[in-house]
Nanobody
Framework: QVHLVESGGGLVHPGGSLGLSCVAS????????VTWYRQSPGKERELVAG????????HYADSVKGRFTISRDNAKNTAYLQMNNLKPDDTATYYC?????WGQGTQVTVSS
């Protein structure tokens, strides 16, 4: 059974940083691309960033380019999303997706 567990969310002031993690089990992690999404109440789910199975290719939403960095450690079955210079518009629940499986999400709130 596949399990994805996100962590690292929290409350941060504008301009602050957070690092999210997504730990996978029950799946051959290194064979799959990983995508981070986010969703806030009343808004559609938004793709934030994606990384290829071996990490050689990465892409980002325009809204986070230059501020967020996606990475992965296949030896640890873990993907990461480093978020810097956070803005109130980044407030959302962040989810990781691997092979059409989803985690439960982690809440990020950016507020002064």
């Amino acid at each position: 059974q596949v399990h994805l567990v996100e962590s690292g969310g929290g409350l941060v002031h504008p301009g602050g940083s957070l690092g999210l993690s997504c730990v996978a089990s029950g799946v051959t992690f290194s064979r799959y691309a990983v995508t981070w999404y986010r969703q806030s109440p009343g808004k559609e789910r938004e793709l934030v960033a994606g990384i290829s199975d071996k990490g050689g290719l990465r892409h980002y939403a325009d809204s986070v380019k230059g501020r967020f960095t996606i990475s992965r450690d296949n030896a640890k079955n873990t993907a990461y999303l480093q978020m810097n210079n956070l803005k109130p518009d980044d407030t959302a629940t962040y989810y990781c997706e691997i092979g059409m499986y989803w985690g439960q999400g982690t809440q990020v709130t950016v507020s002064s």
